[in-house]
């Protein structure tokens, strides 16, 4: 039995929304950033990370987001329209607001964080109106990455596009992707994260982000199938939990358990695992392989991004992930 089948025909196989922002990578690196003199600039933003992804894994990929009327929002749309990625509905902003920046740390390759400057930016200001609903009928799967759903009216135009995708047979993503600067409280969090789960046909995250969405039930022991089971019982056909470098396991609808190990990675930064991990695995299920092969392509596509200094420069292509496997099978890459 096929979890997730997607519908064929479609010009594009992935459209995501949300958040179009600028990473700040320390290019002096294993310090804090209190000593950092310079960085390196990269598109940001999970779900802009996870398209690029898919992207470079040889799929046809559109954006719908919001970015500043500047330098930044323009260096943004020229990034995505050289990955190929369609950006008519990347909407630019006439309201004076800016882009997201995310500042990464990296104060050793276990010890990393993001400062995040997000005050009146642009990608909270995508609002219902401006979504194009034909743009997602005519796409596969939607990506929804949550920080979409931190504030209004990027909150009310993320559920809009949900509903258009159900109404057109385009299956929903939800990456939960939680980032707390955003948010007023947890309880916001898990109200809108049910809102979308109760949706989606995959639903990714981590051990964590599960337990703020499950904040007021009842999974003490943060059971991985307890957290699944509740999920098929509304859309979902999949459900994920990564649980970093331990790897991730996966729950289908029709009962079975997936696992997947994580690959050897001499790990720069760990940031830009769980995009590059999204992008890989829903390339796989689009490709037809089995949810197992398809965890564990984009578990390679992960070791691969965390190994980089970037998120979205760094996302592979199809063939450097078969590679990747390849080596880690015949001993040529070990854990750094
Ligand atoms: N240190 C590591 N070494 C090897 N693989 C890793 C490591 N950390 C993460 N991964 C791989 O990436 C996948 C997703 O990572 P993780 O569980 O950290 O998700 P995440 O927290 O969403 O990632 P991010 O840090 O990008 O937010 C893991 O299932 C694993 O396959
Ligand atoms: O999504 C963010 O706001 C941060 C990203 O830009 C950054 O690349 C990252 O943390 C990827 O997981």
New binding site residues.
């Given amino acids: 039995m096929t979890s997730v089948v997607f519908t064929e025909g479609r010009k594009f196989d992935l459209t995501a929304i949300g958040r179009l922002c600028i990473d700040l990578n320390a290019n002096e690196i294993n310090r804090p950033m209190e000593q950092t003199m310079t960085f390196t600039k990269y598109v940001g933003g999970?779900p802009a990370n996870i398209a690029i992804g898919v992207s470079r894994l040889g799929r046809k990929t559109a954006f719908i987001g919001k970015i500043a009327d500047d330098q930044m929002g323009r260096f943004i749309r020229g990034y995505l329209d050289k990955e190929g990625i369609e950006t008519r509905n990347v909407v630019t902003d006439t309201t004076g607001a800016v882009t997201g920046l995310a500042f990464t740390e990296i104060k050793s390759?276990?010890e990393?964080s993001i400062l995040m400057y997000r005050d009146n930016v642009a990608d909270l200001k995508l609002s219902p109106s401006e979504v194009d609903a034909s743009l997602i009928a005519d796409s596969k799967a939607l990506l929804v990455s949550g920080t979409a759903l931190a504030a209004s009216p990027s909150r009310e135009a993320v559920l809009l596009a949900v509903d258009y995708a159900r109404r057109h047979g385009t299956k929903v993503v939800f990456?939960l992707?939680y980032r707390p600067y955003t948010w007023q409280s947890e309880e916001e969090t898990a109200a809108y994260y049910n809102l979308v789960a109760e949706k989606s046909d995959i639903i990714?995250?981590?051990r964590?982000?599960f337990d703020c969405m499950e904040k007021f039930e009842a999974n003490p022991g943060h059971d991985d199938r307890i957290t699944a089971s509740k999920w098929f019982g509304y859309a979902a056909g999949i459900v994920i939990i990564?649980?970093?470098?331990?790897?991730?396991i996966a729950y289908s609808v029709d009962g079975q358990e997936h696992r997947?190990?994580?690959?050897?990675?001499k790990?720069i930064k760990?940031?830009?695992?769980?995009?590059?991990?999204?992008a890989g695995f829903i390339h796989g299920l689009m490709s037809g392989w089995t949810i197992g092969k398809s965890?564990e392509f984009?578990?390679?596509a992960?070791?691969i991004?965390?190994s980089s200094h970037s998120?979205s420069d760094a996302m592979p292509t199809a063939a450097q992930v078969t590679d990747y496997i390849e080596r880690c099978g015949r001993g040529e890459i070990t854990?750094g």
Avoid: L, N, Q
């Avoid at 997947?260 to 990675?265: D, G, I, L, T, V």
């Fill in positions: 999970s390759p276990t990393c990456d992707d990714v995250g981590t964590e982000e990564k649980h970093g470098k331990e790897g991730s997947a190990r994580s690959f050897p990675a790990v760990t940031f830009g695992a769980g995009d590059s991990y999204a965890m984009g578990s390679a992960a070791s991004v965390i998120c854990a």
